[in-house]
């Protein structure tokens, strides 16, 4: 399985800074269409996963665009420009390269 | 309003068996490829399984294959996951997702919580 690591586990941020969640894959997302395929979730407490990022570094609806993604290859990175209260929870980074899909562990950002 | 609603999580012993259901509305549920993912404190967030749009082919996790089968009903706009011979280690929050292209779900239940205990 490919195996997505994230850095780091807990991340104290002060709102209004900046915030930067980095993963790394055991192996290339690079498909085969040469797209990568590599997104970012984020869980608020009490909420289901919502997906803020797609095919590495595209938003979805309703995304602020605050919230940037960017990387290559194995090495990726979820930018939060301005933290609010409300990107409060935890970030995952997930594989859609090779079944079964996986997720990295997790990174909570809590107020500092 | 474009949702999914999960239900028939519950309280189950080791070896029995549980069927979740998910209602989907909003969109053209037949389009697209639906999964069930669950979210454990020990295992964190794991896919379970996959099933293609038209109900052609499926996929399992390793560790639920021979005990659990992803189904769906176009015609009723839902989804199912039929588990059997339950483990303590399936105790979990369940969710039902929608595919959002890239392998990668873009629209989440409010989950359904089974917990399998003697």
């Known amino acids: 399985d490919v195996v997505m690591t994230q850095s780091p586990f807990s991340l104290p941020v002060t709102l209004g800074q900046p915030a930067s969640i980095s993963c790394r894959s055991s192996q290339s997302l690079v498909y085969i269409d040469g797209n990568t395929y590599l997104s970012w979730f984020q869980q608020r407490p009490g909420q289901s996963p919502r997906r803020l990022i797609y095919?590495?570094?595209n938003r979805d609806s309703g995304v602020p665009d605050r919230f940037s993604g960017s990387g290559s290859g194995t090495d990726f990175t979820l930018k939060i420009s301005r933290v609010e209260a409300e990107d409060l929870g935890v970030y995952y980074c997930v594989q859609g390269v090779q079944w079964p899909y996986t997720f990295g562990q997790g990174t909570k950002l809590e107020i500092k | 309003q474009v949702q999914l609603v999960e239900s028939g999580g519950g309280v189950v012993q080791p070896g029995t068996s549980l069927r979740l259901s998910c209602a989907g509305s909003g969109f053209t549920f037949s389009h697209y490829d639906m999964q069930w993912l669950r979210h454990s404190p020990g295992k964190g967030l794991e896919w379970v399984a996959v099933?293609?749009?038209?109900?052609?082919?499926?996929y399992y996790i390793d560790s639920v294959k021979g005990r659990f089968t992803i189904s769906r009903d176009n015609s009723e706009n839902a989804l199912f996951l039929q588990m059997n011979s339950l483990r303590v280690e399936d105790t979990a929050v369940y969710y039902c997702?929608?595919?959002?292209?890239?392998?990668?779900?873009?629209?989440w239940g409010q989950g359904t919580l089974v917990t399998v205990s003697s």
């Open positions: 997702a929608k595919d959002g292209g890239y392998s990668s779900p873009d629209l």
């Open positions: 095919k590495l570094s």
């Open positions: 099933i293609l749009h038209d109900g052609s082919r499926e």
